[in-house]
């Protein structure tokens, strides 16, 4: 684990981009160890991992918690019970059932929808185009709040095709008037940042290989 790697890209990167620091797969005390230097945010993407740290941390009032991993439909209401934000809608059945469950539990998820820019069998994902063709009815979706979109690229890309699908997410998202893009991983967030990412989301590149 080395916290300079995460001081050297928050020194990097333009004020409007939050790092969001995915701790799955990284114990609790290493999450206290970035939160002590600045880090609120943290990412995680399996519900039972994710209920045990929040249980050991519920006294650090200042973590916020996002849920960034294919959701299941059965684990719906549990993540919209424990998890202020959602980066990974995948599909409109999930985006009616969450709102659907956070108007029973109460809650107001802040929510990004996933999109799928090119063809990636190990991806889920809206595609662009139903997107746009269901937008006006998703716009009315009661407790949620819809507040940008998520992307994953697929794995081997260059640095030019990763920009390249990167700007169609940026400009996907500022068509919708969304404004978070929640793109760019350790491998590629130099270029997530260049297309107007608003949300980083860096594991090993913080806390070092996972065990």
Not at 47 to 53: L, M, N, T
Not at 133 to 139: A, P
């Amino acid at each position: 684990m080395n916290p300079s790697n995460y001081l050297e890209i928050k020194n990097k990167i333009p004020i409007n981009v939050n790092i969001l620091a995915v701790s799955k797969g990284f114990k609790s005390q290493e999450i206290k160890t970035i939160h002590n230097i600045g880090q609120n945010d943290f990412g995680e993407s399996k519900f039972q991992e994710a209920f045990e740290k929040q249980s050991i941390l519920k006294d650090y009032k200042q973590i916020k918690w996002h849920f960034i991993g294919r959701i299941q439909s059965n684990k719906i209401r549990k993540i919209v019970q424990n998890f202020q934000y959602i980066h990974s809608v995948d599909s409109f059945e999930k985006l009616l059932k969450v709102s659907s469950i956070s108007c029973e539990e109460k809650k107001n998820p802040l929510v990004m929808i996933q999109v799928k820019f090119c063809d990636d069998p190990t991806k889920g994902g809206f595609n662009p185009e139903l997107l746009l063709l269901k937008w006006k009815e998703i716009k009315e979706l009661k407790n949620i709040k819809l507040s940008g979109l998520m992307t994953i690229n697929p794995k081997g890309l260059n640095s030019k095709e990763n920009l390249e699908l990167f700007k169609k997410c940026r400009s996907l998202a500022d068509l919708l008037q969304l404004p978070d893009c929640s793109m760019g991983m350790s491998g590629d967030w130099e270029e997530a940042v260049e297309a107007g990412s608003t949300w980083l989301r860096l594991g090993s590149l913080i806390f070092g290989d996972r065990y």
